[in-house]
């Protein structure tokens, strides 16, 4: 069994960064795809970001492309958000989340296709 624990978020303003970490217990962080989706007050989730533990792979939703980074550190089984240039509506819990197979695009919000899923870290930030 695998347990994902978020940290890093916080309140910010317009602009600002923030790196988000997730941290994995058990060995078999390096074979999965680890997503991050985020959900805002009164919306549904979203998937940002996905990176495959294996070969590398990356992906980004349009929404953050380019303003956010995703890398993972398997040696630590740890995986980072890094997120600059915040906006308002970047305002979200945000969850990471891990799975077998790769997944990547706006199909992989739902949480049923995750075998693994952190419990979020809240991001606020202000105008």
């Known amino acids: 069994e695998v347990q994902l624990v978020e940290s890093g978020g916080g309140l910010v303003q317009a602009g600002d960064s923030l790196r988000l970490s997730c941290v994995a217990s058990g060995s078999t962080f390096s074979s999965l795809t680890i997503n991050w989706i985020r959900q805002a007050p009164g919306k549904g989730p979203e998937w940002l970001s996905s990176s495959e533990g294996n070969d590398g792979r990356t992906a980004y939703a349009e929404s953050v492309q380019g303003r956010f980074t995703i890398s993972r550190d398997n040696a630590k089984n740890t995986l980072y958000l890094q997120m600059n240039r915040l906006k308002p509506e970047d305002t979200a819990v945000y969850y990471c989340?891990?799975?077998?197979?790769?997944?990547?695009?706006?199909?992989?919000?739902?949480?049923?296709?995750?075998?693994?899923w952190g419990q979020g870290t809240q991001v606020t930030v202000s105008s």
């Open positions: 989340a891990g799975m077998k197979y790769w997944c990547s695009g706006y199909v992989c919000y739902d949480k049923i296709l995750y075998d693994y």
